[in-house]
């Protein structure tokens, strides 16, 4: 048997969006610079693209910049945001992918910026009435903190987030690749001057994705060459790519209560059955409403096993994930579990869950966990 369960890493291609996808890999293959009808075909798609997104988010397609993923979405909203906002102060946590705290450590050792980072409370949560004062103390000043944490789940507050920087004058960044697609989002109500997006975390193409940059932003070049995006990012944009994003933005909006209530199904009995099956399991993070539902991280008790757990269940056909998914194969302890003071000599693994996931999937998890423990 095979069981996929680590969605927070890639999920599978919709074949629906594979299906809308196709033609821009076959027959309309135009460059969207072209001015001659191949062209122009391809640029329609991506305008159209750009206009599905912009209303699911209910900003204007204007607003919208399509990038090679989330981490290059993170890296254009912190280079070019703190260069072109004139930021010198960036508020964040100690939880954010490497896509956003690599980036900080390097723009502070250039000396573009002072970096404060947010004291964390119990689980991970984060301290928003630290939050509030760092906000007092600096000035020019740019919050980015993730909406829903990549490996433990947490959700952040956004609406108070983005009022706090509202009321500070903060311009407020957020990556919400994790979020997107399983939530409704508005990024004006949310008050978020940007965020970062990445197709293949709800079923669209891997190397696809968006920064959402407001209106009053105005941001410099961060990929130089030609004109495309505005000018924000040079180089022949990936239509199939986009045209794909915008198919798997618009079934997940279409289906989000359906597969939503199906997955936190799934998420629930996984707990009652772990904590059934194996004596001493504890989740990590936040619980219930505070966590993002396709996520569940968990600890399991001291084993001498330990090294060799996610091996032993990929043998037995089972995809999970130990630390942060982007580095898995490397093995380095996870900078969120350290963070939030987990018990590092337990194992731990997440578990992140899809539409396409069953129950079968669940016993035969954790069946096989108790077996290879
Ligand atoms: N941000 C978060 C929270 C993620 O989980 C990931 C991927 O795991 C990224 C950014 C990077 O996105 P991409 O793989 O599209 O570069």
Not at 224 to 242: D, F, L, S
Not at 306 to 322: C, H, P, T
Request: aromatic letters at 6%; one cysteine or more; proline letters at 3%.
């Amino acid at each position: 048997m095979k069981v996929y369960l680590d969605n927070a890493a890639t999920t599978s291609l919709d074949p629906a969006v594979l299906d809308a996808m196709l033609p821009y890999l076959k027959d309309k293959y135009g460059n969207p610079s072209s001015i001659h009808a191949y062209g122009r075909e391809s640029r329609s798609a991506i305008e159209k693209a750009r206009r599905t997104i912009a209303d699911h988010f209910s900003v204007s397609p204007g607003e919208i910049f399509f990038t090679s993923g989330g981490t290059e979405a993170n890296n254009m909203a912190l280079h070019s945001g703190i260069r072109s906002l004139d930021i010198k102060n960036v508020i964040s946590s100690k939880l954010e992918h490497h896509a956003v705290s690599h980036t900080l450590n390097y723009l502070e050792a250039a000396g573009n910026i002072k970096v404060h980072w947010v004291n964390l409370k119990d689980n991970g949560v984060i301290d928003m009435d630290h939050m509030e004062h760092l906000l007092g103390s600096n000035e020019q000043v740019m919050v980015s903190l993730m909406y829903a944490n990549n490996e433990i789940a947490n959700l952040l507050p956004v609406q108070k987030a983005g009022s706090l920087c509202e009321n500070h004058n903060a311009v407020f960044h957020s990556d919400v690749v994790q979020a997107i697609g399983h939530y409704p989002i508005d990024f004006q109500e949310l008050k978020l001057n940007m965020a970062s997006c990445s197709a293949h975390k709800f079923h669209g193409p891997k190397s696809t994705g968006f920064l959402y940059v407001q209106g009053d932003c105005l941001l410099q070049p961060f990929i130089h060459g030609g004109p495309q995006e505005r000018n924000m990012r040079g180089g022949t944009e990936n239509v199939y790519g986009i045209v794909g994003l915008a198919k798997a933005l618009d079934l997940a909006v279409e289906n989000m209560d359906k597969d939503r209530a199906h997955i936190e199904g799934l998420k629930s009995y996984m707990m009652t059955e772990l904590q059934t099956a194996i004596e001493g399991v504890l989740f990590n993070g936040e619980s219930g409403g505070d966590s993002l539902y396709t996520i569940l991280n968990l600890s399991l008790p001291i084993t001498e096993k330990r090294e060799m757990l996610l091996f032993n269940l990929d043998i037995k056909g089972i995809a999970v994930s130990g630390g942060s998914a982007c580095s898995s194969g490397v093995s380095e302890d996870s900078h969120v579990l350290m963070a939030i003071g987990t018990d590092m000599e337990r194992p731990s693994v997440r578990i992140s869950f899809s539409k396409y996931n069953t129950k079968t999937d669940i016993d035969y998890l954790v069946k096989t966990l108790v077996e290879v423990l």
